[in-house]
């Protein structure tokens, strides 16, 4: 099992924006450029859903819920993910978690604890 730490989540006013990191810590770099990585979220009372992709090849993805609000980025050196997230709105509140899953193994995926993010005034 592939041990994540994601940081980044708190309390924001509508509007804020919040930058969230997730850190593979243990895995080697060369390890790290095989897996696509993701974020979900989950709130209150929902299914947890997909928002953005950063696929091991360098393309992106979202959610249409959070496109052009949010942005995805890698460093594959760093052995991190990132989500930018802007223009927050109170429906964004969530508890917000990362993923690695392989390009090649559908069975090889990791979540990281997940992160809370309250957007409220």
């Known amino acids: 099992q592939v041990h994540l730490v994601e940081s980044g989540g708190g309390l924001v006013q509508p509007g804020g924006s919040l930058r969230l990191s997730c850190t593979a810590p243990?895995?080697?770099?060369?390890?790290?450029?095989?897996?696509?990585t993701d974020w979900y979220r989950q709130a209150p009372g929902k299914e947890r859903e997909f928002i953005a992709r950063?696929?091991?090849?360098?393309?992106?993805n979202y959610a249409d819920s959070v496109k052009g609000r949010f942005a995805i980025t890698r460093n594959n050196s760093r052995k991190t993910v990132y989500l930018q997230m802007n223009s927050l709105k109170p429906e964004d509140t969530a508890l917000y978690y990362c993923?690695?899953?392989?390009?090649?193994?559908?069975?090889?995926?990791?979540w990281g604890q997940g992160t809370q993010v309250t957007v409220s005034s």
């Open positions: 243990r895995m080697i770099f060369s390890t790290f450029t095989m897996y696509n």
């Open positions: 993923n690695l899953n392989h390009h090649s193994i559908q069975s090889d995926t990791h």
């Open positions: 950063a696929t091991s090849s360098g393309s992106t």
